[in-house]
């Protein structure tokens, strides 16, 4: 489980992860592409400070994940319990800013070539407060529907651009509650009875 700031530190995972992988590419060697957390409108807005070359990571998106909402939660001691987690699904809108329809489609290759070979974040991945911890993040692509696409950039004001969402999970926030008095069941009893058939 993480902190608070494990959100934030899901969002320094992706930007650092881009940012190492595209660097890397010799096809990059002659361009700069810094990976920005700002949406595209932030960006394009006078006076940004991130150039309209770069690559916009921004989350959109945090929902509950109903799947993991009910695990339990490991005992701190033998006789204390946490209070519950909230583990929560991120989405991502990821979007090449570049006025050069050539460069954008290259640019949005080699991310789609990244998520794929790095679909579970773990160790030496991961960033700011997830680091050292054994959390393991799944990366997919989420197919959003044209109207789905045509929400998001609504409200952005901004018009289409060619883009992809990711969704990352499970983001488990840990509890800020004192754990709870519980002790652990020792014995158990199971007892059997005939089910008697009545009419």
Same mark, same amino acid.
């Given at each position: 489980? $993480? @902190?608070?700031t494990a959100?934030?530190a899901?969002?320094?995972?992706?930007?650092t992860?881009l940012? #190492?992988?595209?660097k890397?590419?010799?096809?990059?060697?002659?361009s700069?592409?810094?990976?920005?957390?700002?949406?595209?409108k932030?960006?394009?807005? =006078?006076?940004?400070?991130?150039p309209g $070359?770069?690559?916009?990571?921004?989350?959109y998106r945090v929902?509950r994940?109903?799947?993991?909402l009910n695990?339990?939660s $490991?005992?701190?001691?033998? /006789?204390?319990?946490?209070?519950?987690?909230i =583990?929560?699904n991120l989405?991502? *809108?990821i979007t090449?800013? /570049?006025e050069? =329809?050539e460069?954008?489609q290259v640019? *949005?290759? @080699?991310?789609?070539?990244?998520c794929?070979?790095?679909?579970?974040?773990?160790? %030496?991945?991961? !960033?700011?407060?997830?680091q050292?911890?054994?959390?393991?993040?799944?990366?997919?692509?989420?197919? *959003? $529907?044209p109207?789905?696409?045509t929400?998001?950039?609504y409200?952005?004001?901004?018009p289409y !651009?060619l883009?992809?969402?990711y969704?990352?999970q499970?983001? #488990?926030?840990?509890?800020s509650?004192? =754990?709870?008095q519980?002790?652990?069941?020792?014995?158990?009893? %199971? #007892?059997?009875?005939q089910? *008697?058939?009545? !009419?």
């Open positions: 489980m $993480s @902190k608070f959100i934030w899901v969002s320094r995972t992706l930007q992860l940012d #190492t992988q595209i890397a590419d010799p096809q990059f060697s002659n700069s592409v810094p990976i920005s957390l700002l949406s595209p932030a960006i394009r807005e =006078p006076g940004s400070v991130v $070359s770069s690559v916009s990571v921004w989350l929902m994940n109903e799947y993991t695990n339990r $490991s005992r701190t001691a033998a /006789n204390q319990l946490p209070g519950p987690p =583990p929560v989405y991502y *809108l090449p800013m /570049n050069d =329809p460069l954008q640019v *949005l290759g @080699k991310i789609l070539q990244v794929n070979d790095f679909a579970i974040l773990r160790g %030496s991945d991961l !960033q700011e407060s997830l050292g911890t054994t959390e393991e993040l799944r990366l997919s692509l989420e197919p *959003l $529907s109207e789905e696409l929400q998001v950039w409200s952005l004001q901004e !651009q883009s992809v969402s969704l990352v499970v983001v #488990t926030i840990e509890s509650q004192e =754990p709870v519980a002790s652990p069941v020792l014995v158990r009893n %199971s #007892t059997y009875a089910i *008697l058939d009545v !009419q």
